[in-house]
């Protein structure tokens, strides 16, 4: 199979193109580098280039005859977004417009889409399954959702067939240490944790102790980068299988708050972690827990890694390695 994976550079399409070079598919990265490293790419090839450019894009659907899309490009932080919508949308929106245009001029009619759970808004209940009403409250989480609407018109119009993986937390790194969360800057929790734990930062701050939660602290769904993959490669055969297009939500099922990462944090690294209580986050959900029966009963995908001590071994691990190679 030859697969196009957009953004295969970055954090999680990293961890996407070595599964899938594991797997025996020819893998082709596009991605302008905008955040994600060229020495992260570990299978394929690597062609650099921006969304968008539609005639780069065209030419590079000339070049391979892709049976499949996976498409992890866009911007990623919710405080900016709101900051620079107009980013977000020319990126997140716009730029993913043109790869589905070129998609539909070349035929290719399996897509997999890296949606979120930034498209829910703050949630009326938890867990959150798929008939949950999506109202989000900020551009990151209105343009991943702008693109969710798109895609049955897409479906209909050019028989173009998606799955969209709305994750929630993607935390954790390779089990084999090769890949990691390399954000620059960083702004999720774990890898923030892990930093000042190994020294890397002076401390880490909580944003908010008076949400309506048992600890005061948010809460939310940590679900390793391993397992987001593997569900990829599910919902790669059930297209290829012939599934009809449907959305899934992506997570453990189990919330763990901002404290109960920095104990885990501090349990596995067995280091000194200096906490700062700081306010709230704008835009920052009290509770976000996903229920993933939709994915698990149709795709057949079971996460392996739920564990959020394993989760942030792996992302201490990888923490480990980054202090070690800039000594
Ligand atoms: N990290 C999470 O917790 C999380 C949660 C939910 C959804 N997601 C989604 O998953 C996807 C991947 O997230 P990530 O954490 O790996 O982000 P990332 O920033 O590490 O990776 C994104 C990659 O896309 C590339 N890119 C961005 N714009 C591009 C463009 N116009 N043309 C070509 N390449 C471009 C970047 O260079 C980078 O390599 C994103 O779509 C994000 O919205 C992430
Ligand atoms: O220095 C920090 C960083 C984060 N947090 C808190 O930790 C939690 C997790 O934050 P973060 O790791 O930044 O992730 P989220 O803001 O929950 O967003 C992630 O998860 C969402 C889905 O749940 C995705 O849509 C986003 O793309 C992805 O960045 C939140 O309560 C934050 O307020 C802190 O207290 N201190």
Redesign the pocket.
Known sequence: MNILV????????SHMVKMLGTKGCNVVT???????HADAVLSGNLVQ????NTQALRDLFQLYQFDAVM??????QVGESVQKPAMYYQ?NVA?TLNLLQVMAEFKVQHFIF?????TFGEPQYTPIDEQHPQQPINPYGRS?WLIEQALPDFAHAYAMKSVCL??????GADPDGKLG?R?EPET?LIPLVLQAASGRRKNISVFGTDYDTPDGTCIRDYIHVQDLCEAHWLALHYLQQGGASQNFNLGNGQGFSVKQVIDTAKAVTGKHIEVVYASRRAGDPARLVADSSAAQATLGWKPMLADLSTIVQHAWAWESKQVATNQ
């Open positions: 957009c953004g295969g550079a970055g954090y999680i399409g596009f991605d302008n580098l905008s955040s994600g280039g921006c969304l968008s498409h992890f490009a866009s911007y990623i990126n730029n890296s949606s979120t759970a930034a991943k709305r994750y929630f937390n993607a935390a969360e954000h999720h």
